[in-house]
Each structure stands twice: as structure tokens, then as C-alpha cells.
């Protein structure tokens, strides 16, 4: 520690550097899950596997998307014609729009039925889209300029929209989870230290930490196919700053003790980190084994998870070097404007607490049980697969499908497709499955 201490500007300038570099540097995650898609299952679930066999059959380049048209009070005549004329546009611009089939009621009269609801307010029409690496974003505003002069209501949906929105709105949870978590934080460090500089030393530290992470996190998704869901970014977030700055309150707290005993900075930094730092780096190892299992999960979104792993050993490092940093530079000063560097007084509560959890441990236990007892017995966990219901009505991807659903019927938009596959020919009746 002795040689961290004298070595301190060094190790600012080390994480300073690779701070900046990997955030310059750093891929765009988001770009990478637009492109790629988020897998939720193994490469041997059966939904993978009927895609994969889709996929050799279908000689049309694509994913299935939607155009959603959509008059409350019945599409009129007039208002068909534009419509009918701007389908026609963006079909001639389907090389610059990377259209590789379309089906419209206009050039299909015979599908008119199933692509206009029967009340006349709502007309759709499918076609596969090829992205060709572009952005979603950057297609939707070439969509949008050919169905400028539509009078009628008009929503972009289909996979790739639904995926494109469902991530926005992932990042934008995110970011409302960070917000959160650094207002909570500060509060929470401003009560506890009585000092408005401890709370922002520690969300700074904590933050060097993040970003050195997601760095490398994002150089591994992008060059090695490291595991990616639009989950990983807020795991990241709120396992860092959560533990992070947990462990300082804890190194913080045992300083301000060595302190209070009359000895020096260098001195009270050493003894704090030959007790609470033992203490922090065997609650890191155990963070460390458990998310490090997950790369045993079957499913990609679990194994996602293991982004924690190198956040909470970059989290160490940090530990390590730039909170010695802080103490040495800051000293006393680091509980500004607090002037009292006194250690811990007594509290009755957590005295009275502790003495009686000691000493009656069976009749704790039982008490604990009878709490949560019930709440594993009757809890009701029910799995939710509707990416389009989380999105709500805020999306125009999820508006054009309920309205889909609503006056199609559920299904229509995006229907279920079955797959056989068999080694022997299916096109004819002595085929397994033929005769039923």
C-alpha cells in the first residue's frame, strides 16, 4: 500500500488514460444488439432451430416488417389514392430502401381481404426488409419521406422496428436507473458523512470504474462475440455503483477511525486497508464467482450477465489504487465541511438489535420464516415473452401492432410459423405425416 501511496500521480494518470481511450474508443453496444438482434435462447432451442431451416428454404433476403394505416373514422376514397400512390413510390425505391418483397391490397387486389380490416380503418402492408448494415433509424427517415403527404395516421412495425424500439426504450431505462441511483446514493452518503465532498468522491471513483469496464466489456461484445442483451449496460450500472460505493462508505468510515486515533494519512490509509480492505476484496470474490457461473447458463440473457465480472474486478483495481488516491490527496479534507473526525458512538438500537438476535437465535430464524413463509408459498411468478406489451402504446412499432390486433384480430400481424423438417420428402402422401 506504502508503495500505491507514493505512487499515486502515476496511477492518476494510468486511469485517467485508459478512462479516456476506452470511452473514445468504445463501440456502440446499441449498434451492435440493432445488428445483431438479442438472442433470448440457445442455439439448440427449438424456435432457433425452426429459424435456421427457415432460413434455407426462403430464397427472399429480409425480416418481416409492417406499414400500419390507420383512419379512426374509415380510410375514405381520396385518402386511399395517397396512400395507394406513396406504396407505389417507396416500391420503386426499393433498392434504396432495401425492400426485397412487398404484398399491398393495390398491386394484390385478391389480398385485399386480409390486408384491410373489414371496418376500413386500418390498412397494412408486409414486406422484407434488407437492412444492408444500415441503422434502423437511418431507414426509418427514408420510409418517412416517401409517406410525408399521407393524410392518414401511419406507423412503421416488424421486427426489426419492434427490436429498434425496445432498445431505445431499454436505454432510456437505463439511463433513468443511473439517475436514480446516483441521486439515491448522494443523499444517502450526504446523511450518512455529513459532507457534501465524500458522496462525490465516491460516485467519481465508482464511475472510473464503469467506464473502464463498459470499455472493455464493449471491445470484447464487438471483437470477440462476448454475450450482449439490452440488459447488460443496466447490470453494469447498477452493480457497480451499488457495491462500489458500499465498499467506500466502508473504507471511507474506517479511515475517518484511523484518523481520529491522531494518526498520520499514510499511516491511517495502511491500517484501514489491512481491515476493511481484506474484508471488501473477499465480498469482491464472492460477486466474482457468482456471476462468473453464469457463463453455465443455458440462455444468452443470463449469460449476459457476466459482464459483471469484469466490472467488479476493474472495481477491485479501483479499490486498490484510486481510493488510496483520494485519501492521500484529500486527507481530513475528504469530510468536508464536517470538522469533527471522530470514529463510531454507540448506538442503542443496533445494540439492542444485535444482543437480542445473539442470544435468542432460534426464535429469529422462526420469526424470519413466518414473514417470508408466505410470500414463497403464494407467490405467482408469470413469464412474460410480450416485448410488445412492455413497450406499451409509447412506440409506434407496438401502436401499429395493437392496432393490428385489434382490428385484424391477434396473430395477424406477426403470426406463429410451424417448421418439419424430415429427411425423406414431404410432397407426397407416403410421406411421414401425409396420410392425417
Not at 72 to 95: C, R
Not at 205 to 214: N, T
Amino acid at each position: 500500500m506504502k508503495t500505491i501511496i507514493k505512487g499515486r500521480w502515476a496511477i492518476l494518470a494510468i486511469w485517467l488514460i485508459a478512462t479516456i481511450v476506452l470511452t473514445v474508443f468504445q463501440p456502440d453496444v446499441n449498434a451492435i444488439l440493432r445488428d445483431k438482434g438479442q438472442e433470448g435462447t440457445s442455439e439448440n432451442s427449438p424456435s432457433v432451430l425452426a429459424n435456421d431451416i427457415l432460413k434455407k428454404m426462403d430464397t427472399t433476403k429480409g425480416t418481416d416488417n409492417l406499414i400500419v394505416f390507420y383512419d379512426k373514422d374509415k380510410i375514405s376514397n381520396n385518402e386511399m389514392k395517397q396512400i395507394g400512390k406513396a406504396i407505389k413510390s417507396i416500391k420503386n425505391s426499393s433498392d434504396e430502401l432495401g425492400i426485397t418483397n412487398m404484398i399491398d391490397p393495390f398491386s394484390m387486389p385478391d389480398a385485399k381481404s386480409s390486408l384491410v380490416s373489414e371496418d376500413g380503418t386500418t390498412l397494412m402492408v408486409s414486406y422484407k426488409l434488407d437492412k444492408k448494415g444500415r441503422e434502423i433509424d437511418d431507414i426509418q427517415k427514408l420510409f418517412e419521406e416517401k409517406l410525408d403527404k399521407v393524410p392518414v395516421e401511419h406507423f412503421l412495425s416488424g421486427e426489426d422496428f419492434i427490436n429498434n424500439d425496445y432498445l431505445k426504450a431499454t436505454q432510456a431505462g437505463v439511463e433513468k436507473s443511473a439517475a436514480l441511483t446516483v441521486i439515491f446514493i448522494l443523499v444517502v452518503l450526504i446523511i450518512a458523512f455529513k459532507s457534501v465532498v465524500t458522496p462525490f468522491v465516491s460516485l467519481i471513483a465508482v464511475a472510473f470504474s464503469y467506464l473502464v469496464s463498459m470499455g472493455i466489456a464493449a471491445q470484447l461484445i464487438d471483437k470477440a462475440g462476448f454475450p450482449v442483451t439490452s440488459l447488460t449496460q443496466m447490470l453494469l450500472v447498477l452493480i457497480l455503483f451499488g457495491i462500489g460505493t458500499d465498499y467506500n462508505i466502508l473504507l471511507f468510515n474506517r479511515f475517518k477511525e484511523e484518523l481520529s486515533h491522531g494518526r498520520s494519512v499514510d499511516d491511517s490509509i495502511v491500517n484501514t486497508y489491512k481491515t476493511a480492505g481484506k474484508t471488501i476484496a473477499y465480498s469482491i470474490l464472492t460477486v466474482f464467482i457468482a456471476f462468473l457461473a453464469l457463463v453455465f447458463s443455458e440462455s444468452p440473457i443470463y449469460q449476459s450477465g457476466v459482464v459483471v465480472v469484469i466490472g467488479v474486478t476493474i472495481l477491485l483495481l479501483e479499490i486498490l489504487t484510486l481510493t488510496p488516491f483520494i485519501m492521500k490527496v484529500l486527507g481530513k479534507r475528504l469530510f468536508w465541511p464536517s470538522k469533527s473526525v471522530g470514529g463510531h458512538k454507540e448506538n442503542k438500537f443496533w445494540k439492542t438489535t444485535s444482543s437480542i438476535g445473539t442470544k435468542h437465535p432460534i426464535i429469529i430464524t422462526l420469526i424470519i420464516l413466518l414473514i417470508i413463509g408466505p410470500m414463497v408459498l403464494f407467490h405467482e411468478e408469470k413469464l412474460n415473452f410480450d416485448t410488445v406489451g412492455e413497450l406499451g402504446n409509447d412506440y409506434p412499432s407496438s401502436k401499429a401492432i395493437h392496432l393490428v390486433s385489434d382490428h385484424f384480430g391477434k396473430g395477424q400481424s406477426m403470426p406463429a410459423t410451424i417448421v418439419i423438417e424430415n429427411k425423406k420428402p414431404l410432397d407426397n402422401n407416403e410421406a411421414p405425416g401425409c396420410d392425417r
